[in-house]
């Protein structure tokens, strides 16, 4: 049984998605492409930036981070970012064509003594016409209602993996403090950005009970990253087995199917990935990347190479009404992407 093209649906079962990962490649392709049609410009990708505000020193245990303080991993320590320097930040990311601004926080949950900090970056952010979205760890409702009180647009909290190999990966924080956090979110009427990670050494049964998690919550997330598992030297999964290609793949059609009116974005990991890859990958879905040389600390491709990418594909990237001036066309934004000369305001945590 697959998903209606008109509906969406929250009662996903194992035995339904495991049937979908299960079909034929082409006719999974093909039903993924369909409904993609249905809800969204098949050649229009969402692009934003990722900015860590805080890098290093997390009391929290998860396997796959170089930012986890229990691991000993190359990655500087590093105090939270002065506003200015943000808020510089993000008005480069608009200039070379993201509607979005992430910024992430290595926290276990915020302090009170942050909130101020935070909340200002994100007024500043919002005012230059992007939208917001922060990611900082758990939330406290307290805490959600003041980000969206400062005009945050979205919050990213993903799941990471399925309820039943989440204890391989993380003991720090349960399960239902991270739908918690979720709960949060929504009640303080944010949009949720949620996802999860792929490659953990996780079975494929497990990558099936993860997206059923995502697409049975109601609402379902307006954004839903798929990583690819960045192995990083000093962490415990630096030496897990290779996750295959199509595999992940798979997990962005059927998530599309199951996610029709999500932006499904093609997140950590496109570093490795080839652009052959890449657009099979659009292919399935995805409508929603990353711009920028990092991704907290991860590699990601520069923005160069996804915008030579995009025109070999004929893709153009959204817009957002705040970032059309004056009935500028989306060909002008890209040809101002002129010089690559952004390292020294995106931290470069390696």
Known sequence: ??????????????????????????????????????????????????????????????????????????????????????????????????????????????????????????????????????????????????????????????????????????????????LDTLDNVRSAGMKVCSGGIVGLGEKANDRASLLAQLANLTPQPESVPINMLVKIDGTPLAEVAELDDFDFIRCIAVARIMMPKSHVRLSAGREAMNEQMQAMCFLAGANSIFYGCKLLTAANPETNADIALFEKLGINTETIESLVDDGQEEKQIQAAIIEKENEDLFYNAG
Request: aromatic share 8%; glycine share 4%.
């Open 1 to 178: 049984m697959t998903s209606s093209l008109e509906n969406i649906r929250h009662d996903w079962t194992l035995e339904e998605v495991n049937a979908l990962f299960n079909k034929p490649f082409n006719d999974l392709m093909f039903e993924a492409q369909t409904v993609h049609r249905q809800h969204f410009n098949a050649n229009e990708v969402q692009v934003s930036t990722l900015l860590s505000i805080k890098t290093g020193a997390c009391p929290e245990d998860c396997k796959y981070c170089s930012q986890s303080a229990r691991y000993k991993t190359d990655i500087e320590k590093e105090r939270l970012m002065e506003v200015e320097k943000v808020l510089e930040a993000a008005q480069k990311a608009k200039a070379q064509g993201s509607t979005r601004f992430c910024m992430g926080a290595a926290w276990r949950n915020p302090k009170e003594r942050d909130m101020p900090y935070v909340t200002e970056m994100v007024k500043g952010v919002k005012a230059l016409g992007l939208e917001t979205c922060m990611t900082l760890g758990m939330l406290s409702k307290e805490q959600a209602h003041s980000l969206q009180e400062a005009g945050l647009d979205y919050y990213n909290h993903n799941l990471d993996t399925s309820p039943e190999h989440y204890n391989q990966i993380i003991t720090t924080r349960t399960y239902q403090d991270r």
